[in-house]
């Protein structure tokens, strides 16, 4: 057997022990080369940000400034983190290697595009050379958004994800940028993905480009123990719904259309192998620590596991992209009325980027399981159901049920309707998940205005 044939031989043999349902069944192909006429893709790539791993780490930030030659370095945190550990490390450690920075403390919890036009303006001003975020996810999308847009000859919506932006990819190289992750949540540390609120359509959308990945991710567990209780519910839930819709995604292979040239490859590419990897680990991780992470802030173990588990699903996601939950998240997360989260100190309506994504998962994963029933049951019996009567076509109940009791135990609202929403919202939330097409289109199911209205309405009440 020739060289190439052994190895696409060994590939499919990996799938097939992977996943049999039909969705999955042709990843692995010779494929054509690039430009020749295949209307899906037929390659991936992998990309995630070096990561540095352990407890007091933080330390060593100044350390790496240093080694980085940076002479102007910008610090970006919330006001609530400003008061907190993890900036106080940080902060600590660049005063110690005699590192000159400034501070920008004003980015808001679930940005918006005013938001980062702030801190692109304080960037711009500071003439920075590198850029350091401590945070959660809202920090570090802003951050790489600064780093992004700093650029004197850059448009706003140049970069925004289509269709409310131009899309354009960034061909440019980008300062450096060291994220410092405060929760155990969004992954942002590991990928080229900066979430906002586009205020003038009242939808989230974002910028995607593996130019964005931080240059160094340094995951310090300390700092998940300052985690108030509802925010670690609702970063692991991220962590959740990134490992969930990563593995159940869309095949790479089926993805469309095909690059003519490598640059305009997503970073969302839909599931692959390696990817699917690191997305079950991470759902491993979540079922085993996630309720002692909430529960009890002082367990080390189980908040470092989360954070490790962020980092995991990051890199899963951050390759494979997000589906449905994420897509419907945005206009819940876009459109709040007076809903004030619990344990978190902002002075706006609020739903949290993890809860917003949690609340539609039992009625997606119900309606996406028929494209890939062996995924959903896995899934299922990873986070606990006994799986091993159970036909195929009784996949998504059981992963929806498995769900439901997940979240009722963490105490989570009793759906959208239990965060201010009820059916009259269910157009405006529908129009507002439309234009989230990067992700959307990732589903391993087609759907229509339709279909996303019966899940809304479906997903407002779980229990």
């Known amino acids: 057997m020739a060289g190439r044939d052994r190895i696409v031989h060994l590939l499919r043999q990996l799938e097939r022990a992977a996943c049999r349902c039909p969705a999955h069944s042709h990843t692995f192909h010779q494929g054509a080369a690039a430009g020749g006429g295949r209307k899906t893709d037929y390659a991936f790539e992998m990309a995630s940000s070096n990561i540095r791993y352990g407890s007091g780490v933080s330390a060593e930030v100044g350390m790496d400034l240093q080694n980085l030659g940076a002479q102007n370095v910008c610090v970006m945190t919330d006001r609530t983190l400003t008061r907190l550990p993890p900036v106080q490390a940080v902060l600590e450690s660049l005063v110690k ?43 570090i999308d802003t951050c790489k958004a600064a780093n992004l847009y700093c650029h004197p000859d850059a448009d706003f919506l140049d970069f925004v994800n289509a269709p409310i932006g131009k899309g354009r990819p960034v061909t440019r190289a980008l300062k450096p940028l060291i994220a410092v992750p405060t929760t155990a949540g969004t992954g ?38 300052s985690m108030p209780e509802r925010v670690a519910a609702n970063s692991g839930f991220d962590v959740l719904c990134h490992a969930l819709e990563s593995y159940t995604a869309l095949p790479y292979s089926q993805r469309a259309p095909c690059p003519t040239n490598p640059i305009n490859r997503p970073a969302y590419q839909g599931s692959n192998p390696i990817s699917d990897v690191w997305s079950r680990h991470a759902l491993r991780v979540v079922s085993k620590y996630m309720k002692r992470a909430v529960r009890d802030p002082e367990d080390l173990e189980a908040r470092s596991s989360m954070h ?131 992700v959307t289109k990732l589903s391993p199911r087609a759907h229509t205005e339709e279909d996303l209205s019966r899940l809304f309405e479906t997903s407002m009440k779980l229990y």
Request: charged fraction near 20%; glycine fraction near 10%.
């Open 308 to 438: 490790l588990a962020s980092v995991f699903a990051g890199i899963g996601f951050g390759n494979a992209g997000v589906h449905l939950c994420h897509g419907m998240s945005y206009p819940i997360a876009g459109n709040v009325k007076t809903h004030a989260a619990r344990g978190y100190s902002v002075e706006h309506p609020l739903v949290p980027h993890g809860l917003s994504v949690v609340l539609t998962a039992p009625a997606v994963f119900s309606f996406t399981a028929a494209m890939c029933p062996e995924r959903h049951l896995e899934a299922a019996e990873i986070l606990g159901a006994d799986v091993r009567q159970v036909k195929h076509a009784d996949a998504g109940a059981v992963l929806a049920d498995t769900l439901r009791r997940f979240l009722f135990d963490l105490q989570v609202e009793d759906g959208l309707g239990a965060v201010g929403y009820d059916k009259d919202d269910i157009p405006a939330l529908v129009k507002g998940t439309l234009p989230q097409e990067r």
């Open 188 to 225: 942002s540390e590991t990928t080229g993905v900066a979430i906002f609120d586009y205020e003038p359509l009242k939808a989230k959308t974002g910028i995607a480009s593996r130019a964005l990945r931080p240059t160094l991710g340094i995951v310090d567990p300390l700092h998940t123990l």
């Open 97 to 139: 290697n005699r590192v000159h920075f400034q501070v920008f403390n004003d980015v808001r919890v679930e940005p918006t595009d005013s938001s980062f036009k702030e801190a692109i303006s304080f960037a711009k001003k500071g003439s920075f050379d590198v850029f350091v975020a401590v945070g959660g996810g809202s920090v």
